[in-house]
């Protein structure tokens, strides 16, 4: 230790031998071999002493211990300093300087200094040294710069063990798992024989690319060259299988590990939790306790983990204290696991103290406490603090992004997206998958088309998830075509993108293509789940075909072994209701394997109020009024079926009880996009700044359809009014400001595009239908059951809506 040494240097000094050069570089030596900063301290004071009193330089053995010490616990300027003052001074360096040199860069990534130092092994004649180019592989290969490192291995004449796994260590750190893994291969293949280091790095490798069957051949060379097991080399197998999914492996590798370490059981019980088996982590948990093992950081945030999981309150107050004791909540990454732990366990006041008591917060602190609020439904807490963050990072934008448009705050996500465009942040997958869905909801698309240019320009990688945002993003903007470009694009399918496929379909009506992609998707080998069934269900609603429908939904027992749920049903009810197989349709009802819900029943009335059959109607409300629904449409629809009958006492009941419970009908809304910005226009409000203009174009439209045979269908007016003030309302509907709006606001022959709340009604149906022939337009209009493509006076549903 540091107080023997300095007796020593005691010793020394009195015996006369301070001033021999080989006995003060053995001290300096001595001290650096320490590894502590205070002996490195006193080791070039040393130096420093015998410089002054012996008017000498220093010898290269001297710097060279002062450059491996620095080196040696990270204090790489330092070593770089000294290396400095070793050249200024004269001493030119040689085969021993360089890898310490190295080491020290590699360790603070000085890449620059790195470089320079690489100018001087080749000015100097040292690039045939094995030891020197192996310490240039592994510093390039660990500041990133795996060309370099490659390019160094290829110029080497002679390669040992080291060489390659220097380089195959640095592909696999640097993402490029694959390479790793083939260098390993062609290292077996040249006669090399791997260590545990390269087998470590390997399975490593393999454990990244998630491919049991190549981390099989590789565990397969460690017998058969012979390599030594030992406890790192079975940490990197058990997490190589838990990430591969082969759990059984993985813990019977576990079990059979004589000596169980810390690390090993934290590879396994973090892969547990990552994978969601927390009742299995939890043993592992205990295991360790048996063994006497004391849990670490990592083991606790597991274990916090784990209590998060499971919504216990108990086992994260235990864990808690246990950081409490062993003074643990000093690290970020605890004290943000037991914030996210409260706030999941619905203890947001407990959750905020931790964050109040944190010296050091975050942006990943305030990103918990961010989406703690936003889980617990509390947007404008959530919102608050996105606000008063001293910095953010993307993931704090797209989490208050996603959480906007989990609100269906879909016009106030696209703008905080401008906002964050400005502030200079590059979005990623998970942003545009956020505003690719608001975005469809909105059913804007130029802002589809621009969202799509800005993935493209911006080189954002396309993955399934954002490919399929995609596909839905322009179905529900009525461009099927494009949607459909995007998915055929999608190299491996899966189930959710056939299903977003399909849906585009649905939405525009085309049943036979819905059932041609489904049949296709069986053929690749894609598995059906529900989802499927539903977006396929709904095209053979939307396209009248009852008959396909009853096959589809018989074929969900019979062949795919789906039980069909009460979603499923309720497609069902709906497309034998439109078809009008209303007792059809009840005798389903019966029969459901479950108790029917108030939107089963609504869709029976929307049926019944299509068809005009009062008699079932009022059966389908007493049901309903056995279930205690306090759904507001559903009376709605009821005080609809009871108007179109004219049935006006019934309606004054049904609408004074929607008052008694302080309810309203929603008014009729509809939205145009017009250069880039988007107008909402709701039935007989008369407050847009173009108003005047709209109400003369409709006066025109009205003049013009009228002379084109167009005459009011006044039972779409569900009010006790004379049919003058009918035909006023009715010229008022909100699609019908918004198609006036669209006139007036765009050039001849652009489309015209309206997204309405609720579902058209059958004059405006027919109005649009007209407008679109007279004034040679195509009309889009997409109600919140299905798209509507008029164009020269015939709609794209053939009057089946």
Known sequence: NLTELRKLHCQIAKQGLIHRPSTVAKLISTCTALGTFEGL?????????????????????????????????????EAIRVYLEMLSLGISPDKYTFPYLLSACTKISATAEGFQVHGSVIKMGFQGDMFILNSLIHFYAECGE???????????????????????????????????????????????????????????????????????????????????????????????????????????????????????????????VHSGMVREALFILEEMLRQRLVPDRVSILSTISVSAQLGSIFLGKCCHAYVLRNRLEGWDSISNALIDMYMKCGKQEVAFAVFHRMANKTVVSWNSVMAGYIRNGDLSSAWEVFNNMPESDLVSWNTIISALVQESMFEQAIELFRTMQNKGIKADRVTMVSIASACGYLGALDLAKWIHAYIKMNKIPCDIRLSTALVDMFARCGDPSTAMKIFNNIENRDVSAWTAAIGAMAMEGNGIQ????????????????????????????????????????????????????????????????????????????????????????????????????????????????????????????????????????????????????????????????????????????????????????????????????????????????????????????????????????????????????????????????????????????????????????????????
């Open 514 to 801: 819905a059932i041609e992609l489904f049949n296709k998707m069986l053929r690749q080998g894609v598995k059906p789940d529900g989802v499927v069934f539903v977006g396929l269900l709904t095209a053979c609603s939307h396209g009248g075909l009852v008959e396909q429908g009853r096959d589809i939904f018989k074929s969900m027992t019979s062949v795919h072994k789906i039980s069909p749920q009460i979603v499923h049903y309720g497609c069902m009810v709906d497309l034998l209701g439109r078809a009008g197989f209303l007792e059809e349709a009840l005798d389903l009802i019966k029969l459901m394997p479950m108790e029917p819900n108030d939107v089963i029943w609504g869709s029976l009335l929307a049926a019944c109020r299509m068809h005009r059959n009062l008699d079932m109607a009022g059966y389908a409300t007493e049901r309903m009024k056995e279930l205690a629904s306090d759904r507001t449409g559903i009376q709605v629809l009821l005080s609809n079926i009871y108007a179109s009958a004219g049935k006006w006492t019934d309606v004054a009941k049904v609408r004074r009880q929607l008052k008694e419970k302080g309810a309203r009908k929603v008014p009729g809304s509809s939205s145009i996009e017009v250069n880039g910005q988007i107008h909402e226009l709701t039935s007989g409000d008369e407050s847009h700044p173009e108003m005047m203009h709209i109400a003369a174009m409709l006066d025109e439209m009205h003049c013009r359809v009228e002379a084109a045979g167009h005459a009011p269908d006044l039972s779409n007016v569900l009010l006790n009014v004379d049919e003058e003030e009918k035909e006023y309302v009715l010229s008022r509907h909100s699609e019908k400001l918004a198609i006036a709006f669209g006139l007036i606001s765009t050039d001849q022959g652009t489309p015209i595009r309206v997204v309405k709340n609720l579902r058209i009604c059958s004059d405006c149906h027919s109005f649009a239908k007209l407008v679109s022939k007279t004034y040679n337009r195509e009309i889009i209009v997409r109600d919140n059951n299905r798209f509507h493509f008029f164009q020269r006076g015939v709609c794209s549903c053939n009057d089946y809506w």
């Open 146 to 272: 795996i060309v370099m490192g490659q390019k160094v291995f290829d110029e080497m004449i002679d390669r040992n063990v080291v060489s390659w796994t220097s380089l195959i260590c640095g592909y696999a750190r640097s993402g490029l798992a694959k390479e790793a893994v083939e260098l390993f291969f062609e290292m077996v293949e040249e006669g090399t024989r791997p260590n545990s280091v390269t087998m470590v790095c390997v399975i490593s490798a393999c454990a990244k690319l998630r491919d049991l069957e190549l981390g099989e051949r590789v565990r397969g060379h460690i017998s058969s060259l012979g390599v030594k097991v030992n406890t790192l080399m079975v940490n990197s197998l058990v997490d190589m299988y838990m990430k591969c999914g082969a759990f059984d492996t993985a813990k019977r590798l576990f079990d059979e590990c004589e000596q169980k370490n810390l690390v090993v059981c934290n590879t396994i019980m973090s892969n547990y």
């Open 41 to 77: 301290v006193y080791a070039k004071n040393i130096l420093n002493q015998f410089r002054y009193d012996n008017q000498n330089d220093g010898t290269l053995f001297m710097y060279n211990s002062l450059i491996r010490g620095y080196s040696s616990i990270g204090l790489g300027k």
